[in-house]
């Protein structure tokens, strides 16, 4: 019964490769979010899907690319992996984008990547 | 530039003791201020969201309070437990096209037996 849901919760890579963070939510919300959380633990949004529509780019490198199949998954696939991308990463959902006040945003456990 | 300064870094008190956590942010325009408190190794929870026009705003031993002319917020905790242990985040919102969200880096509270 879990809200919103990411797999995996631990992911060591080298340099260079590819890897997915799947997303799922079963709040039946219309609106998912990637986050990354740095090492000084500040959280930046990355991407936002509104009904399986990219409304957010917070310019971050082409490498990431989002992947919504349904408005309950927002996966997160990255190319190319570097070693700044060691981060977590948070999945989130809403019921409503950013300009509906009273949204609440439901965050994943997050994945935390290691790039060695 | 829009920032979120939050004071103290860390904390630490004993338990059944109060505390109040300070947030100060230059965002602008505002849209709304949102505390969240996030446990180790789990994602953030979200504690109160507040507009403009709201001054004080509870949800069970967590107060939060605004001053938006001074663009200041508060965050009051009452006979705090060992589970109140954890980072608390003040997050504003920037009323523009995307609704930018601008994070603090968080208040880590530890509560002592």
């Known amino acids: 019964d879990t809200a919103v849901s990411q797999t995996p919760k631990y992911l060591v890579t080298q340099m260079g490769n590819d890897k997915s963070i799947k997303c799922e939510q079963n709040l039946g919300h219309d609106t998912m979010y990637w986050y990354k959380q740095d090492s000084k633990k500040f959280l930046k949004i990355m991407f936002s899907y509104n009904n399986k529509e990219l409304i957010i780019n917070e310019t971050v490198p082409n490498r990431f690319s989002p992947k919504s199949p349904d408005k309950a998954h927002l996966n997160l696939h990255i190319n190319s992996l570097e070693l700044g991308d060691s981060a977590v990463y948070f999945c989130?959902?809403?019921?409503?984008?950013?300009?509906?006040?009273?949204?609440?945003?439901?965050f994943g456990p997050g994945t935390r990547l290691t790039v060695t | 530039k829009n920032q979120v300064e939050q004071s103290p870094q860390s904390l630490i008190i004993l338990e059944g003791k109060n505390c109040t956590l300070q947030c100060n942010y230059t965002v602008s325009p505002f849209s709304n201020l949102r505390w969240y408190k996030q446990d180790t190794g789990r994602g953030p929870v979200s504690l109160t969201i507040m507009t403009f026009s709201e001054n004080t705003k509870s949800n069970r031993r967590y107060t939060a309070t605004l001053d938006a002319d001074t663009k200041q917020s508060s965050l009051h905790i009452t006979a705090s437990q060992l589970s109140d242990s954890a980072s608390y985040i003040c997050?504003?919102?920037?009323?523009?096209?995307?609704?930018?969200?601008?994070w603090g880096a968080g208040t880590k509270l530890i509560i002592k037996p």
């Open positions: 989130a959902s809403s019921q409503g984008g950013l300009a509906n006040h009273h949204y609440e945003q439901y």
């Open positions: 997050v504003v919102s920037r009323m523009d096209s995307n609704y930018q969200l601008i």
